[in-house]
């Protein structure tokens, strides 16, 4: 089992910046990915950012150039930062943890964008 524990979301105003973070514990494999969800009242869940236990990270084209996705090995914890918030980015965001034998999610954080 893998326990995820997310933090950081919040309010806050059009073009300003949160940073979520998500621990990871429990039976956590050598080799696993790590990334970020959301889901909007009315739409499917996307998939944000990812990255694998290599470093290498992809992005929905809409955060691209205002999100970053970066972790710490040591700490087995991802962070997520948010630069030049738009309302569009209201949601609720999800971490993730995949190795090659399990997939976790974490309890979500509600992250809102308005003025």
């Known amino acids: 089992q893998v326990q995820l524990v997310e933090s950081g979301g919040g309010l806050v105003q059009p073009g300003g910046s949160l940073r979520l973070s998500c621990a990871a514990s429990?039976?956590?494999?050598?080799?696993?990915?790590m990334g970020w969800s959301r889901q909007a009242p009315g739409k499917e869940r996307e998939l944000v950012a990812g990255?694998?236990?290599?470093?290498?990270?992809n992005y929905v084209d809409s955060v691209k150039g205002r999100f970053t996705i970066s972790r710490d090995n040591a700490k087995h914890t991802v962070y997520l930062q948010m630069n030049s918030l738009k309302p569009e980015d209201t949601a609720v965001y999800y971490c993730?943890?995949?190795?090659?034998?399990?997939?976790?999610w974490g309890q979500g954080t509600q992250v809102t964008v308005s003025s």
């Open positions: 993730n943890y995949s190795d090659p034998f399990y997939d976790y």
């Open positions: 990255l694998t236990s290599t470093g290498i990270t």
């Open positions: 429990g039976s956590i494999a050598s080799i696993y990915e």
